[in-house]
């Protein structure tokens, strides 16, 4: 039955012919390549009324492999979180199903970094295949300790290329290095080895994550097909970007992937993308060493997660496209046990490792695991009300798409506008108290907290608790019944307009301060001034561009703001750090040549207009064109400066004096650049209208 199964869906699978990314193999070989492939299991081991199962997945490797021996079986990650199968003893009984269904190799996902470095290596040290993420590397040593691709020769003698990327999210003791770049310089290794490519990586196709399978195959020319994972998504005949065939499957082993690559005389003519469902695999045939180690392994894990180990009195929500946009009970129930074992002020965690949900009566063992989507250690930081803040703005940034950085909290409660850029977060109370930004707080997260969310280090580690399932257990146990509940911790509001005390409305900056503040482009020196006259300095001019460029969906955040080296006057950590690391590491702002980038100097008005002019033509902004003006001290308009001022004012965006003058060597003060900003932002608004 089951060959019958395979033969009439190789029948109706679509071919992509002639597909411009596909290259030719070296062999003579003629016939069909094939891959299986799965993403993103999340230890979803046994079959259920959605998910297949390994045993029936394992069965469907050997009957691929029996029809067709060139084929290869790959997992795009995230494996060993997610259920409890998985995660009830740290992924251990996990590898030994794995090992029994003939994977070739897996790329390590976001979620399986999450158990640690080490912990990692432990696992792939037990697995009897390769596990991959060659964008990963080590803080301490710089190398990558996950190899970056593996070479497997199939039976028909060809030799094909795995190279394994994955999303740069990181834990601690690791950093991501620049998913497309690592993967240009693996593939230039790689290529000449070998006869196809195939791309294994955990990207996804969601832009708000950052870099994505999609923009992989349009920036990387040499796979032959990309299988991913990462976003969840169910493609049903894959999608084709650049001439490149992306497959990914979806979740929890609801569908088998498999891919076919036609080749003739050692050239690939076409390729294939299509998914094996639970509703096709009904009556397939299990391996039967598979299900005898998942039967082993469920029966530990079900004896061990079976205690009872309290009760709620209300039913415990947080499911995926819940927790990652608002608060929920199950995240109140997670950052309250972190907070209260660690005695601190506030509990944060982002939405990533949260999850699941707990019908009301008692709680298992398992239920906890449910909810704790990936496990990590506990630690207890110091941290000011500014980081704080800062924290939560990089959190929300992504609302309302499903974000996994999403933050769930405790012991602070905070408002949020989605219409504004940077500083979203608004009315912070701690203990219900207004947060300081200047006051100390102790904040109980998971240790890979500032890694994963790309924020600065600036914190204080004071102690470590261990694994968040062990202190949520123990905070049920010492609560129980327990009943958590929604309670206004996190609001999205709009955030009242800024009223500033020197800013009144005959004032000529009046409109432009109003419109920047509200729209969150420019903030005041405190709460109630602005300080329209004070000098302009670069790192500020640097941070409102940056928002700027936020506004307009640029991401400003992971490997694009890595700190560029050989500059000695620049704290990277600080408040303007990632967009001044993202400008100069984009040609926006230059040094001085002397290894100084002089943020804290103040900036003139031909410096603005220069900084104008590579903003607009990196972010490819198209301004209103007319004739530049002409100004009495246009022969004090630096050379390198007088196009940029020419542009500008040609647009309109920037004027000179009453005089005549532009004063180029003059400092930029706030006002007037508030004044340029609203400019800028009405005509790329108005653009966007008209498109």
């Not at 029809?67 to 590898?95: C, H, K, Q």
Request: with cysteine; aromatic share 8%.
């Amino acid at each position: 039955m089951m060959k019958k199964t395979l033969v009439l869906i190789l029948t109706l699978a679509l071919l992509i012919p002639a597909l411009g990314g596909i290259t030719s193999a070296e062999s003579s070989y003629s016939g069909v390549v094939s891959i299986v492939h799965v993403n993103d299991v999340h230890g979803y081991v046994a079959e259920t009324d959605k998910a297949i199962g390994y045993a029936k997945i394992s069965g469907f490797v050997d009957e691929m492999k029996a029809n067709n021996p060139d084929t290869l079986v790959l997992d795009a990650g995230d494996v060993f979180t997610g259920n409890s199968y998985a995660t009830f003893d740290r992924g251990e009984s996990l590898t030994a199903v794995l090992n029994t269904i003939g994977f070739d190799a897996m790329t390590a996902g976001n979620s399986d970094f999450s158990l640690g470095l080490t912990r990692l290596l432990e696992l792939r040290a037990k697995l009897n295949y390769p596990m991959l993420a060659g964008n990963m590397v080590a803080t301490e040593t710089g190398k990558t300790p996950l190899d970056g691709y593996t070479i497997i020769t199939l039976d028909n003698g060809m030799d094909v290329g795995i190279i394994g990327i994955t999303t740069p999210m990181s834990t601690t003791g690791l950093s991501a290095t620049d998913p497309i770049k690592t993967a240009a310089e693996l593939m230039a290794k790689v290529k000449p080895q070998v006869d196809l490519v195939v791309g294994l990586v955990h990207l996804g196709d969601n832009p708000s994550a950052g870099v994505t399978s999609i923009d992989l195959a349009n920036e990387v020319k040499g796979f032959d097909v990309i299988i991913d994972g990462h976003s969840h998504t169910v493609l049903k005949e894959g999608t084709v970007a650049n001439g490149t065939l992306i497959a990914q499957t979806g979740e929890q082993g609801n569908n088998i992937g498999v891919v076919d690559l036609k080749l003739e005389a050692g050239k690939v003519t076409a390729a294939s993308a299509r998914l094996v469902t639970r509703a096709e695999m009904e009556n397939a045939k299990e391996n039967a060493e598979t299900a005898a180690v998942v039967k082993a392994l469920q029966e530990d894990c079900d004896k061990a997660m079976a205690e009872v180990v309290g009760y709620t009195e209300t039913y415990i929500l947080g499911t995926r496209e819940i927790v990652r946009t608002q608060e929920t009970n199950a995240g109140n129930l997670f950052t309250d046990a972190l907070r209260k074992r660690a005695n601190a002020d506030i509990g944060i965690v982002w939405a990533g490792p949260v999850g699941g949900e707990i019908e009301v009566g008692p709680i298992t063992r398992q239920d906890i695991l449910s909810i704790v989507r990936a496990d990590s250690n506990v630690i207890k930081v110091e941290m000011t009300g500014a980081d704080i803040i800062n924290a939560l703005n990089v959190m929300v940034k992504d609302y309302p798409s499903v974000s996994g950085s999403f933050p769930q909290v405790s012991g602070i409660s905070f408002k949020f506008d989605p219409e504004r850029v940077g500083d979203r977060v608004f009315d912070a109370a701690v203990q219900g108290e207004p947060l300081r930004l200047d006051q100390t707080y102790t904040v109980a997260t998971y240790e890979a907290f500032f890694d994963v969310l790309s924020l600065p280090k600036n914190a204080t580690k004071l102690e470590e608790y261990g694994y968040a399932t062990t202190i949520i257990e123990d905070y049920i146990k010492a609560n129980s019944p327990i009943s958590p509940q929604t309670e206004g911790r996190i609001v999205v509001a709009a955030k009242p307009p800024a009223s500033f005390s020197d800013v009144s409305d005959t004032s000529w900056f009046y409109e432009a301060v109003r419109y920047v503040a509200g729209k969150g482009l420019f903030v005041g020196t405190s709460d109630t001034t602005f300080e329209p006259e004070a000098p302009m300095t670069r790192a500020m001019f640097a941070t409102v561009l940056g928002r700027l460029a936020e506004s307009m969906g640029e991401k400003i955040d992971g490997v694009g703001t890595t700190p560029p080296s050989g500059y000695t006057d620049v704290d990277w950590s600080s408040w303007y750090g990632k967009y001044l690391a993202w400008e100069v590491n984009n040609g926006i702002v230059m040094g001085y040549g002397d290894g100084l980038l002089a943020p804290n100097d103040n900036m003139t008005r031909e410096q603005m207009a220069t900084l104008i002019q590579r903003f607009t033509d990196y972010m490819e902004v198209t301004l209103k064109t007319g004739s530049p003006k002409v100004f009495t001290d246009t022969n004090a308009i630096s050379g390198w400066a007088k196009n940029a001022v020419d542009m500008a004012s040609a647009a309109g965006i920037i004027n000179g004096y009453k005089d005549g003058s532009f004063g180029p060597a003059r400092n930029t003060t706030r006002a007037e650049a508030a004044t340029v900003l609203m400019g800028i932002h009405r005509q790329i608004t108005s653009a966007e209208a008209a498109e």
